[in-house]
């Protein structure tokens, strides 16, 4: 088992949706959680971070965190085209974790 | 752009040499991490350091690997006897502190073994 899971797509939605990623992790000592983003031959770049269960919102963004079920989430309202990149879910306890990330499009 | 800027972009060297990449942090960070990514994987961790002090190192990471952070400002990382299998983008992030503070990734250096 990888100590942070994310489908890996691709996820496709369409301009104005809602598009949701999705993450869990192994590790039930983890206290951070981050959500970055990854255009195509960049590095990443953090959307968001979330520490507390419960839901955390920035804009068109919104973290989800569920310790007891060990799984964090990133919803993107209104998706636009410049939010297709691969999404990497990262998760820190002694040391900071990454999942192989998904990758969203956004169509037109 | 972060404020974290890696040295060089990219690099391209034979079988058998060594490299070193070089990472500055942004300056009141004394944490900065070095990671390796593949293409279609997320950053694997490979070493960090607070301050000058290099706290962990990865156990899958190859003793060809060493770096060096003197007075606690840039980084350096080594590869010795360079092996094909090494090709990927090296990325350098740094934080004010561990744990619940945000790394804030540089550009990255592209290796290309041949």
């Known amino acids: 088992q990888k100590e942070v899971e994310q489908n890996s797509g691709p996820l496709s939605v369409p301009e104005g949706a809602i598009a949701s990623l999705n993450c869990t992790y192994s590790?039930?000592?983890?206290?951070?959680f981050f959500w970055y983003r990854q255009y195509s031959g960049k590095s990443p770049e953090l959307i968001m971070s979330i520490y507390s269960n419960g839901d955390k919102e920035d804009g068109r963004f919104t973290a989800q965190l569920n310790k007891a079920s060990q799984y964090v989430s990133l919803l993107i309202r209104d998706s636009q085209p410049s939010d297709s990149a691969t999404y990497l879910c990262a998760v820190t306890g002694n040391d900071m974790r990454f999942g192989a990330g998904t990758r969203l499009t956004v169509k037109p | 752009d972060t404020g974290v800027s890696q040295d060089p972009r990219h690099k391209i060297t034979k079988r058998g040499q060594n490299v070193t990449f070089r990472c500055d942090p942004i300056?009141?960070?004394?944490?900065l991490y070095w990671y390796r990514q593949t293409l279609g994987q997320g950053p694997e961790f490979l070493t960090y350091?607070?301050?000058?002090?290099?706290?962990?190192k990865s156990r899958l990471l190859s003793d060809r690997f060493s770096a060096e952070r003197p007075k606690g400002s840039f980084s350096t990382l080594e590869i010795q006897r360079t092996e094909q299998g090494d090709s990927a983008m090296y990325l350098c992030?740094?934080?004010?502190?561990?744990?619940?503070?945000?790394?804030?990734f540089g550009p990255g250096t592209r290796l290309t073994v041949l």
């Open positions: 590790d039930r000592g983890s206290q951070s």
């Open positions: 300056s009141e960070h004394n944490r």
């Open positions: 350091f607070q301050n000058e002090a290099q706290l962990e």
């Open positions: 992030a740094s934080s004010l502190s561990f744990g619940a503070d945000t790394q804030y």
